[in-house]
C-alpha cells in the first residue's frame, strides 16, 4: 500500500502539470528515481499517463473553449494560444509532437482541441511526445545516479 502514494503524487502531479496549475512533473519524476524505491519503468509509465490525461482535458477544453476561454482558471492565454494555434495550423498535427515542451506545450494540446484534431492522432501524437520525454529523463538520472 505504501508504494502507491508516491505513485500517487506522480500520477497527479504529471497530470496537473499538463493541465491547468504550474507543477514540475519533471522533479517528482527526477526524485523518485533518486529514490530507487520503484521500478524505472513504472515511473515512467505512471507519469505519461498522467500527463497525456491532463493533456486530453486541455483537448476537451478546447473542443469547448468558447465556453471557457476567458475564465480565470483557463490554463493557456489567448496569447499563448493564438501562436500556438498559429504553429498547428503551419505544421498540422505534427507540431503535437512538441506538446512536452514548457509554455507552447499545453496551449498546442488546447489548439488540438480547438482545430478538431481526431481524438485518435491526438492521443497517439502527446503520447509519443510525452513518454519520449519521461524516458529520456529517466535514462540520463539513471546514468547519472549511476556513475
Known sequence: ???????????AVAFVAATIL??????ALVG??????QSVVLLVIV??????????TNW??????????????????DKALE???????RWGRWSLL?????????ALTVAAGVLREPF????????????????VLAFVTVRLLAS
Not at 120 to 132: D, M, P, Q
Request: aromatic letters at 14%.
Open 83 to 89: 501562436r500556438a494555434t498559429g504553429w498547428y495550423g
Open 120 to 135: 485518435w492522432s491526438f492521443v497517439l501524437l502527446v503520447t509519443i511526445a510525452k513518454a519520449g520525454r519521461y524516458c
Open 32 to 37: 523518485l528515481l533518486v529514490l530507487g524505491q
Open 98 to 106: 512538441l506538446s512536452w515542451a514548457p509554455l507552447v506545450g499545453d
Open 47 to 56: 507519469a505519461t499517463i498522467g500527463n497525456v490525461l491532463g493533456s486530453i
Open 60 to 77: 476537451l477544453l478546447g473542443r469547448w473553449i468558447e465556453h471557457y476561454r476567458h475564465r480565470r482558471w483557463f490554463p493557456v492565454s
Open 1 to 11: 500500500m505504501d508504494d502507491l502514494i508516491p505513485l500517487t503524487g506522480l500520477f
Open 22 to 27: 504550474p507543477a514540475q512533473s519533471e522533479a
